[in-house]
C-alpha cells in the first residue's frame, strides 16, 4: 500500500473536521462583545454601548414588558437596572456560530447600588445574537430573564 494512499484521505477527513468546526476567532469575537458590553456598562460609556448594537435591533429585555429597538436601548441603559450596575460577575455558558451569525448564552450577576444607598445583587440569564457587518460584530437581537432557581418537581 502506497503512503499516499493513507495520508491523503486522512487529511481530507481532517480538513472537513476543521470546516465543520467555527473559526475560534469568530467565537472569541462575540464573546468579546460580551465582555465590552458590561465593561461599557459599568463605566457607563453609553457612546461606546450603544455601538455594540444594530440600528435595526429587536430584543426583549427582562425589563420590559414587550420587545424594543435600539432607540429604546439608549433610555433603558441611562434609566433602568444598568445605570446602576456596580459590579458585575459573568458565566459564559455557550457561543454558537451559524455562519456570520453567533449567539451567546451566559449568565451575569450584577452587584446593583440603589436609590436608598443600599446595595442588592441580582442574577440574568442573557442571549445576544451577534451578525458581523463588514468587520464589525453588532448585537442584532436578544433576549434576558431573571434567573431564579429551577423548581424541582415533585
Known sequence: ???TTVIVPLLLLG??????????????QVWSGEEAYWRYVQSHNLQSYLALWSDDFVGWPRTTDHPVHKTD?????????????????LNRESVEMHGPVGIAFYR????LNNANHSQSTITARITHTW?????VWQIVSGMS??????????
Do not use: C, H, N
Open 145 to 154: 430573564a431573571d434567573d431564579s432557581p429551577p423548581t424541582v418537581a415533585k
Open 73 to 89: 436601548i439608549g433610555l433603558l441603559f441611562q434609566s433602568g437596572t444598568l445605570s446602576r450596575v456596580m459590579a458585575y460577575e
Open 131 to 135: 451578525m458581523k457587518k463588514g468587520d
Open 15 to 28: 480538513a472537513l473536521g476543521v470546516a465543520q468546526q467555527p473559526a475560534a476567532s469568530a467565537i472569541d
Open 1 to 3: 500500500m502506497k503512503l
Open 108 to 111: 451575569v450577576k450584577m452587584r
